[in-house]
């Protein structure tokens, strides 16, 4: 059984136009949640954590919650640059060095 | 500031030839260190981390191997490459309980 699970896994937007990405978790005990952004052929690249139900993180057009069993990533007018690979990666207690679970990702297009 | 390295970016192999990636990281002392495999449309799976110098765990068994021979350098290798080896590799780096830094990647093509 997943313990992380992305959707969309595909979403397709036209420029300006908001949404969001949900990233859920089923086990207990989450010490921070990470979100990254990722181009095509590239390593993933670190957007915000996220450590308590209630937290908010923002970045330009992005906007990163957290509730006890979910996180968001919020596209607010996003534009053609934002199109990426966006993947969240749960950190739980007991899970040591090995300790972020990454989810399969979200692929985002931005259309102009 | 800390940085990561990682080479070749790409690299095209022969079936049975060996492999020997490395990573190496630059301001940062005792790192956690990680190898990652990403194939096509599927999600990044954790092949090896490391908490010191030459302490591995293996997270699936594979063709593969790592070591750690230096606290901030770590090398993943094979010594015969199969087909099934193809992806993209990350290395990555944290400390304590922060997030992960990745490196740019390597593109491998088993041929």
């Known amino acids: 059984e997943d313990q992380v699970t992305q959707s969309p896994e595909a979403l397709r937007l036209q420029e300006g136009e908001s949404s969001s990405l949900n990233c859920s978790y089923t086990v207990s005990g989450l010490r921070g949640l990470f979100w990254y952004r990722q181009d095509p052929g590239k390593g993933p690249e670190f957007l915000f954590t996220l450590y308590s139900a209630g937290e908010e993180k923002e970045k330009e057009r992005l906007k990163a919650t957290l509730t006890k069993k979910e996180s968001f990533l919020h596209i607010t007018a996003p534009k053609p640059e934002d199109s990426a690979t966006y993947l969240c990666a749960p950190r739980f207690s007991g899970g040591g060095a090995d300790g972020l679970t990454f989810g399969k990702g979200t692929h985002l297009i931005i259309q102009p | 500031s800390q940085t990561i390295h990682q080479w070749p970016a790409t690299l095209v192999q022969p079936v049975g030839s060996p492999l020997s990636l490395e990573c190496t990281v630059e301001?940062?002392?005792?790192?956690?260190l990680y190898w990652y495999r990403q194939a096509a449309g599927r999600g990044l799976q954790l092949l090896f981390y490391?908490?010191?110098?030459?302490?591995i765990s293996s997270e699936v068994p594979q063709n593969l191997s790592a070591s750690r021979p230096q606290d901030r350098q770590f090398i993943l290798s094979s010594k015969k490459l199969l087909l099934s080896d193809s992806g993209f590799y990350l290395c990555?780096?944290?400390?304590?309980?922060?997030?992960?830094?990745f490196g740019s990647g390597t593109r491998l093509t088993v041929v």
């Open positions: 301001g940062t002392s005792n790192p956690n």
């Open positions: 990555a780096w944290s400390v304590g309980l922060g997030g992960y830094t």
């Open positions: 490391s908490v010191g110098i030459g302490q």
